[in-house]
């Protein structure tokens, strides 16, 4: 009898200890991969990016061998249009640039802290998947680029005006990873272009348009007005046209007033996600740069 | 040299499956690969491939988590079983397992990717329906591929993998 519960009592033990293990091990594991996986997902893409950048050389090579096919008078003619749009913005930029200065020497004068600068950094889509298509992406830059975590990212649309199209939200030496203004993972501060009231552009259920929260009640918010970034993050140049309020139909005002505390909008974004190919990252400029 | 061509035929495998997916065409070829490697090479090869092939191809396609491993463990195990049970050297009959690894070694973390929402599970069925087809068609394609550089290498190759393990059992 006496044996029994002895026996009895060793199986116990042994039961607890495997529970005790197996607890440990899955809590062990846990931590490893918590630990691990921004590291891991670094090196995977470092390792992975001069092999991903050869697709870029090859659809290079292969648009410069399809514009070789043209006659020379079309190429010829394409050549002095480029020529003349560089003219034009440098032009536009020499204007700009009279008035960064001025406004400098403006900050200075009024004791204010330099304005932050930017400068844009040119990306390929290199990575892209179905689940997340609308949500996320990956491009081949990264922090020995410049890039930097919370850049804003834009695109031109149709008719070549820059749109917002997402920011940074993971990096390493040569690739980031971007969730776009369709992601729960991006944030921005931004203003109604009619009343410049400010607020927080978010997506609050994966797969739904973004909504603009914490605007002040009173505001003027009437549809299809443009949202703009407010540039109140210092990684975020402002205005920078992010989307267009949406209307909640006939005779009804587009905002919705959440616990008499903040009016929320739904807006549209004006980026075409489906397509985009090619982005620009707007990169903070160093001291030495301005 | 098996480790050797596994990694370049894993690199290959990832670039071209991620230029794909970043072009919007998702056809699963690493599930392919692994099976391969574990068919041919056993499953230590198979189930070595898992890792470094989920990690290298979800998180160059911006995936926070690499989910591919569930697919790619059933693929490896799904050779396995391949290997020891089913009696049949028929080149036909290898569109079989070119339906099915497409479907088990993509399926499941396109569910998990799209959080199980109802739209994402029939994006993602239909998905690795189309490419369920593709594969029964091209799987003897790529087993042809694998097996010429396997070949030329003086490795094993997937015929020889069966008469292997018959010769194990006598």
């Known amino acids: ?290 | 040299m098996r480790f050797t061509f596994l990694f370049v035929c894993l690199i290959i495998a990832v670039v071209i499956q991620t230029a794909l997916r970043a072009i919007g065409i998702n056809f699963p070829l690493l599930p392919i690969l692994i099976f391969y490697a574990a068919y041919v090479y056993g499953p230590l090869f198979g189930f070595g491939l898992v890792l470094p092939a989920a990690f290298l191809l979800d998180f160059n396609g911006g995936w926070s988590h690499p989910w591919s491993i569930i697919g790619f463990l059933l693929a490896a195990a799904f050779a396995i079983f391949w290997l020891y049970r089913i009696e049949s050297d028929s080149l036909i009959f290898l569109a079989v397992p070119g339906f099915l690894l497409p479907v088990i070694g993509d399926l499941p973390q396109n569910i998990i990717a799209g959080d199980f929402s109802f739209s994402g599970i029939l994006e993602s069925c239909a998905d690795a329906l189309a490419n369920g087809i593709l594969g029964a068609v091209t799987f003897p394609f790529w087993i042809i591929v694998l097996d010429f550089f396997s070949k030329k290498l003086g490795l094993c190759t997937y015929g020889e993998a069966k008469e292997r393990v018959k010769k194990e059992k006598i």
């Not at chain 1, 009804?252 to 489906?274: F, G, K, S, W």
Request: glycine letters at 6%; proline letters at 6%.
């Open chain 1, 1 to 290: 009898m006496n044996f029994d519960v002895d026996n009895e009592n060793l199986k116990g033990k042994k039961i607890y200890r495997i529970l005790l293990f197996s607890f440990i091990g899955v809590i062990l594991i846990a931590a490893v991969y918590v630990s691990l996986r921004r590291t891991a997902a670094r090196f995977s893409r470092d390792f992975m990016s001069p092999f991903l950048r050869i697709v870029t050389l090859t659809e290079d090579t292969a648009f410069f061998a399809a514009q070789l096919s043209k006659p020379k008078k079309q190429l010829a003619l394409e050549v002095q249009n480029l020529q003349n749009r560089v003219l034009l913005l440098e032009s536009k930029n020499h204007v700009l640039k009279n008035l960064e200065d001025e406004n400098k020497v403006l900050r200075a004068l009024l004791k204010l802290p330099p304005a932050p600068g930017f400068q844009p950094v040119t990306a390929e889509i290199s990575g892209r998947t179905a689940p997340f298509w609308r949500e996320r992406f990956v491009i081949n830059r990264g922090w020995s680029d410049g890039v930097g975590v919370g850049n804003a990212v834009v695109t031109p649309d149709q008719v070549g005006n820059i749109v917002l199209v997402g920011r940074v939200i993971e990096i390493s030496a040569g690739s980031a990873v971007v969730a776009t203004v369709f992601s729960g993972d991006c944030r921005v501060s931004v203003k109604v272009e009619t009343d410049s009231s400010t607020g927080g552009m978010e997506v609050l259920k994966e797969k739904a348009l973004p909504v603009v929260r914490y605007l002040p009640i009173g505001g003027d918010y009437q549809p299809n007005t443009r949202v703009l970034t407010s540039g109140i993050a210092d990684d975020t140049p402002a205005g920078i046209p992010v989307g267009i309020v949406v209307s909640r139909g006939k005779d009804v005002p587009p905002a919705v007033i959440r616990d008499q505390l903040y009016a929320e909008l739904t807006i549209a974004p004006l980026i075409r996600i489906d397509t985009v190919r090619t982005v620009i990252v707007f990169t903070k400029k160093k001291e030495t740069d301005q």
